[in-house]
């Protein structure tokens, strides 16, 4: 399986998102990251916004709602195109009734976890999702550390996809650069999520490549 980047237009000029969107061509997925200013401490986009990037976007979106009520609101990103939408489990009410529903509207579906949450009660629903994201920070804030120790919840879901014969994709986000993708490729993880690593980097499209290539080395 070979490794997809989803750069984070968390660290793009939010003035110039078409010309942002437009730098990472080269990349599997532009990773949105929508934020509410309740279920983290900072504010983002929202739906009218994603939904004229959707339109405009070279690379197929992926969603990642740190939002509460989910199951209110995640449905609407599929409409708007997203290829993939992922909420959080910390947050949603009903989340196989809502994983159900993005499938059905066409988006693949994804359930992520903050650091501190253990995804055993969550191993059950595994052939309800397209793909578990495991964060690497706290969700909120791009430019921050990657915790080291959401390595071994990495490994547990990938051992679980494995024994179950599923094709569920595991993604890290939060921290991932040239100093952590391969521990985090190592663990099992198939899609990294990089922000300021990649809007960062003097070449953007030199820089996906870079990241894409280390990870390779390590994907299984
Ligand atoms: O979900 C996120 C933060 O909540 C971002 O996707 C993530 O932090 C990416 O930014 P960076 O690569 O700079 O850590
Ligand atoms: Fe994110």
Redesign the pocket.
């Known amino acids: 399986m070979s490794a997809l980047i989803a750069p ?1 237009i ?2 793009a000029d939010f003035a110039n998102l078409e010309r942002d969107l437009g730098a990472i061509a080269t990349a599997d997925y532009a ?1 949105v ?1 929508v934020m509410d200013n309740h279920f ?1 401490p900072n504010l983002t986009l929202g739906l009218p916004i994603f939904e004229r990037l959707a339109q405009v976007s070279p690379v197929p979106l992926d969603a ?1 709602l ?1 939002i509460a009520d989910p199951d209110r609101w995640a449905p609407g990103y599929a409409e708007a195109g997203a290829a993939s939408v992922t909420f959080h489990a910390e947050a949603a009410t009903a989340p196989v009734r809502l994983a159900r529903e993005l499938r059905r509207l066409g988006s693949r579906a994804g359930l992520a976890l903050r650091p501190a949450t253990s995804v055993e009660p969550f191993l059950d629903l595994l052939p309800e999702f397209d793909m578990l994201l495991v ?1 690497s ?1 706290e ?6 550390s990657f915790i080291e120790g959401v390595l071994p919840k990495v490994r547990r879901i990938r051992d679980a996809v494995s024994e179950a014969g599923l094709d569920v994709w595991v993604q890290v ?4 650069s040239r100093a952590t993708i391969e521990r985090a490729a190592d663990a099992g993880a198939n899609v990294f ?5 990649v809007y960062g980097a003097e070449n953007v499209p030199g820089e996906i490549a870079a990241l894409r290539a280390l990870a390779d080395q390590h994907t299984h």
């Open positions: 984070s968390l660290s990773h990251d983290v990642h740190m964060m920070v969700p909120g804030f791009g430019g921050q986000d939060g921290g991932i999520v990089a922000g300021s690593a």
